[in-house]
C-alpha cells in the first residue's frame, strides 16, 4: 500500500491568520505532505466560545486555502456536537481507513506544550504523528528540556516519516508570523487595520459582514446573530 502523508490542521480560526498558514506552509514543505485538512472546530474545550459563527469561520478557512494546491477546508467538527476534541477528530480519520502513520496532526509549540491537558493524553500520541512547528517565542528546539518525559519520542523532519513505524513527535523550526486570532480581534474592536495579519479575501470577508466590530460594550459583534447559513454546518454527523 502506498503510504500516504496526510496533514491536519485543527483550531478555532476566529480568524484564521498568517500564523495559522505560516504552520501549515512549514510542515507541508518539511514533510512533503500529499494533503492538508484545515478543520476548524465546533467549540473548544479548554476555550470561551467562538466569536465568529461556524459559517463564518468555516468561510475564512475556505477562502485561505483556495487555490492552495493540495489544501483543503473541512467542517469533519462542525458537523459533530461540541466539544471538539483532537481525540475523536483522529478517529475519524481512521475510520476513513488513514493509518496513524499517514497521519501528521499540525500544532504549534506554544499549545503542545499543554497537549498533557488533552482528552485522552498520553493515548491520543499513538493516533497520529504531531509535528510541531516553532512559535514566536516557543521555539520546539525548547521542548525536550521543557517535556523530558516526552523527548524519547521526539525527532525531527530529517528522519523520513515512511521509516517511522510508529506515530511520533517531528519537531519542525521554522519561522512563522507573530499574530494572534485575538491581536486582531482586538485591532478589528479599536477599528485599526488587519491588513497582512489574514489572507486579502478574508480580510475583505471579515468587513463586509463587520465581524468583530460592535458598537455596544459588552455586546458580541454582529455575526453572532442568528445565521440561517450556519444551520449546514451545526447539523450532527
Same mark, same amino acid.
Given at each position: 500500500? =502506498?503510504?500516504?502523508?496526510?496533514? *491536519? ?8 491568520? @498568517? ?5 501549515? =506552509? ?6 512533503? +505532505? ?12 479548554? @476555550?470561551?466560545?467562538?466569536? #465568529? /459563527? ?6 475564512? %478557512? #475556505?477562502?485561505?486555502?483556495?487555490? @492552495? ?6 467542517? +469533519?467538527?462542525? @458537523? ?5 476534541? =483532537? =481525540? /475523536?477528530?483522529?478517529? $475519524? ?25 488533552? !482528552?485522552?493524553?498520553? #493515548? ?8 510541531? %512547528? ?5 521555539? %520546539?528546539?525548547?521542548?525536550?528540556? $521543557? ?6 519520542l521526539m525527532t ?14 517531528? +519537531? ?14 482586538? +485591532? ?5 487595520? *488587519? ?5 486579502? !479575501? ?11 466590530t460592535s458598537s ?12 440561517? #447559513? ?8
Amino acid at each position: 500500500m =502506498t503510504h500516504r502523508r496526510i496533514g *491536519i490542521l485543527g483550531g478555532t480560526f476566529d480568524p484564521i491568520h @498568517r500564523g495559522h498558514v505560516d504552520v501549515g =506552509t512549514a510542515a507541508e514543505a518539511a514533510l512533503s +505532505l500529499d494533503r492538508l485538512f484545515v478543520i476548524p472546530s465546533q467549540a473548544p474545550p479548554h @476555550r470561551p466560545a467562538p466569536h #465568529a /459563527s461556524s459559517f463564518h469561520r468555516f468561510a475564512m %478557512v #475556505a477562502l485561505t486555502v483556495a487555490g @492552495r494546491a493540495g489544501w483543503r477546508a473541512s467542517d +469533519l467538527e462542525l @458537523r459533530t456536537s461540541p466539544p471538539s476534541y =483532537t =481525540t /475523536s477528530t483522529l478517529k $475519524q480519520f481512521h475510520v476513513r481507513g488513514y493509518r496513524p502513520t499517514e497521519l501528521f496532526f499540525l500544532i504549534g509549540a506554544d499549545a503542545f506544550a499543554e497537549i498533557e491537558s488533552w !482528552k485522552d493524553y498520553p #493515548a491520543l500520541l499513538g493516533y497520529s504523528h504531531f509535528a510541531v %512547528v516553532s512559535r514566536p517565542g516557543h521555539p %520546539v528546539q525548547s521542548l525536550p528540556v $521543557q517535556m523530558p518525559h516526552l523527548a524519547r519520542l521526539m525527532t525531527n523532519p530529517a528522519v523520513g516519516p515512511e521509516t517511522l513505524d510508529t506515530p511520533s513527535i517531528i +519537531l519542525i523550526d521554522a519561522s512563522t508570523a507573530d499574530v494572534s486570532s485575538t491581536a486582531i480581534r482586538e +485591532l478589528r474592536s479599536q477599528g485599526r487595520p *488587519i491588513a497582512g495579519h489574514v489572507d486579502v !479575501k478574508v480580510q475583505q470577508h471579515i468587513e463586509q459582514h463587520g465581524l468583530y466590530t460592535s458598537s455596544i460594550p459588552g455586546r458580541r459583534a454582529m455575526d453572532q446573530q442568528p445565521d440561517p #447559513a450556519a444551520g449546514r454546518l451545526h447539523g450532527k454527523g
